[in-house]
């Protein structure tokens, strides 16, 4: 009798820490989302305003310029707290989605560079290609960090997915097949 409750307590202690560790993965994942999220935004409302610095014809006033330090200070801070969070995850800076979405951030600060020096002409001294080019690099930096939220959602997904699975196979002990289970995910 006495073994039976050692072993008892034993398994119920491994189902809680199993489920302890899948809690504590899918929070860091929802925190990592969340800062990236904010970058996101902050980052796609910068590429507004300043696409439409370029295509004013005057020079961008001193009240933009403060407002556009201010949205870079609050996307680099939401990134920076991503990164560092994605490293505490353990996930290396050579994972296709992350080293696609820091090339994109480094083109992206590369750019930041030469519309900042652009808005202090006037129109007509602009680069006419510079506004598209913008945008667009700012599309490219924004969808990778979408996708690189959609691959850590898929990390969730699959938690959430093997609690089911294992609670489905506790709670019915008959075979469930895998082809079963993948229907439902």
């Known amino acids: ?6 072993v008892l307590f034993a398994t119920a202690a491994e189902r809680a820490y199993m489920r302890r560790a899948t809690a504590q993965h899918i ?3 929802v925190s990592v989302a969340r800062d990236l999220f904010v970058a996101m935004q902050t980052i796609r409302v910068e590429r507004g305003t300043i696409n439409t ?7 961008i006033d001193p009240d933009t310029r403060g407002d556009l330090a201010a949205l870079r200070k ?8 991503a990164l560092a969070k994605i490293k505490d995850m353990g996930i290396p800076e050579s994972d296709a989605g992350l080293s696609k979405m820091l090339a ?3 083109e992206f600060d590369r750019m930041r560079v030469s519309v900042d020096a652009a808005m202090l002409l006037p129109k ?5 290609t510079l506004s598209g080019l913008w945008v667009a690099g700012g599309g490219m930096l ?8 959609e691959q850590l959602s ?3 997904k699959r938690d959430v997915a093997g609690e089911f699975t294992a609670a489905l196979r506790r709670r019915f002990p008959v075979e469930i097949k895998q082809a079963d289970l993948d229907r439902l995910f």
């Open 1 to 6: 009798m006495a073994l039976a409750l050692v």
């Open 27 to 29: 929070h860091a994942v």
């Open 53 to 59: 610095g370029l295509e004013t014809t005057a020079t």
């Open 74 to 81: 609050r996307s680099n801070a939401a990134f920076e707290s």
């Open 104 to 106: 994109a951030r480094g």
């Open 124 to 128: 007509s001294e602009r680069p006419p």
């Open 142 to 149: 924004t969808a990778s960090i979408d996708a690189l939220s």
């Open 154 to 156: 898929g990390e969730i």
